[in-house]
């Protein structure tokens, strides 16, 4: 059915229509966007429960069989990633129109049409079938990037937007010599058909593949932010304007979204590389959620212990996927649903305190009294339990089951002490924060500057998504145990892509 097409048409549309009607006034381009991203979301849990049970669909553009033509492939994993790409660019839209003077979509040029081309790149790349067509969703949702980490200027900006921008261009060209090296070798860049190849090579040319594999672990690597790769993260997402930081909260998920599907289908044979990619992926796992720990207790700021969260939360998941288990798997992804929501949540509350604090800002320093300390007191609160992992709000079931997933004596030494030290740092980095923003005032009068009210209602909505995944945790749980099973199960993927056991043309 013709209804897979629309999180890429949908999005396109509106960010070509954008893009040319630039001089609608501001409240009609909001309008578009709203009803643009509102679509995506309708759309998106449509597509959700057509994946609920366990079949694949797969639409072929064109009309073209594959491995010929291109095709878009929906599974359990890819419509669960589209339902939280829609749900968040929803909220991130709604708090760019909140503000006093200058609202965030007003600072900059095309800021609406951006935030369409963005979501054209991500729905794209969960949804494509095909390595070369990943690699161009990845191009356009990174050029998307590139002009929103540098709407509103300034100087901060600009230089995190320098570094972001030639890292990821040097992880574009090893992408592009990696998708050579396969081509080359298989003379396909259908994903499906690729694992069929790779798995009937000779020995003699599994070095090759060995090395393009690895090439891609680095790209991937460098957009889920994995240690030693994470370097651009921290200033970058610092600097961005709060609903962009928010919204690139699911940027580094996208890269872990690639690792799943690159290494869990089109590896996943008898070459051995799967083995050794996991083998690989586990220290760097390990190690960056603990330096993401530190760099959290050194943060001066709001944004920037976001930032460190953010690189916290890309250590946890890569660790649980390198177990390369289903009970592994299935955490993982109840963990990430959790942690994109929370990370969001932390930026928009530090535009929050920004606005509400307009000496200190959101900086960890005393400021005067404020009348609404005790609803942000409330909201910040409710926030650090959830993210840190304290009963019983979404993060503790995630880490529960993430630990109580571990199968390995490596996983018993190495992760519980890591991921334990780490969320009890943490919990010090938020509450250290949370006092130094909330609770110390300084001797100068009290401000009557209130919070805003609209963007306060939309954190106190977002966060009651945490106390949703709580209470439906076990249905979602369910949820994620069957896509990790079907993630697992990479034979169906390739049967329902090659063999034409699905045709949604039709």
Known sequence: MHLMILPILIPLFFGALLTVLHALNIKDQRGLSLLAASAQVVVAIVLLNLAMDGNY?????????????????????????????STLSVFCIAYATTGRKKTHDQAGAHFHALIQFQLLGLNGAVLTGDMFNLFVFFEILLIASYALLLHGGGRARSRAGLRYVIINLVGSALF????????????????????????????????????????LLIVFGIKAAMLPLLFWLPRAYAAAAAPIAALFAIMTKIGIYAIIRVFYLVFQNDTGLNEQIFQWLWPLALATLAFGAVGALGAWSLRGLTAWMVIVSVGTLLASVAQHSQ???????????????????????????????PGPRDYFVTGPRSQDR??????????????????????????????????????????????????????????????????????????????????????????????????????????????AAQILAPERYIEAVLGGLTDANN
């Not at 396969?182 to 090579?201: E, P, S």
């Not at 002490?417 to 609770?439: N, Q, T, Y």
């Not at 979602?476 to 896509?483: D, H, K």
């Open 57 to 85: 669909s797969v639409y072929q553009l064109g009309n073209w069989q594959a491995p010929f033509g291109i095709v878009l492939v929906l599974d359990q994993l890819s419509a669960l990633m589209l339902v939280m790409i």
């Open 176 to 215: 592009l010599i990696a998708l050579g090296v396969l081509y080359g070798i298989t003379g396909t860049l259908n994903m499906a058909d690729m694992a069929l190849r790779i798995n009937a090579l000779p020995a003699s040319e599994l070095p090759f593949i060995h090395a393009a594999g690895a090439l």
């Open 327 to 357: 009970p592994s798997l299935a955490a993982a992804l109840f963990y990430l649903l959790h942690t994109t929501l929370l990370t969001a949540v932390f930026f928009l509350l530090a535009d929050i305190f920004h606005h509400y604090r």
């Open 374 to 483: 005790i609803l942000l007191g409330g909201l910040y609160f409710m926030a650090a339990v959830a993210f840190a992992g304290l009963p019983p709000l979404s993060g503790f079931i995630s880490k529960f089951w993430i630990l109580q997933s571990t199968s390995s004596p490596w996983a018993y030494a190495l992760f519980w002490p890591i991921l334990l030290v780490s969320s009890l740092i943490i919990i010090i980095a938020l509450s250290r924060g949370g006092s130094a923003l909330l609770w110390r005032q300084n001797k100068q009068p009290a401000t009557t500057v209130r919070a805003p009210l609209l963007a306060t209602g939309i954190v106190m909505t977002m966060l009651l998504g945490s106390i949703l995944l709580s209470v439906f945790a076990q249905p979602i749980m369910m949820f994620t145990q069957s896509t």
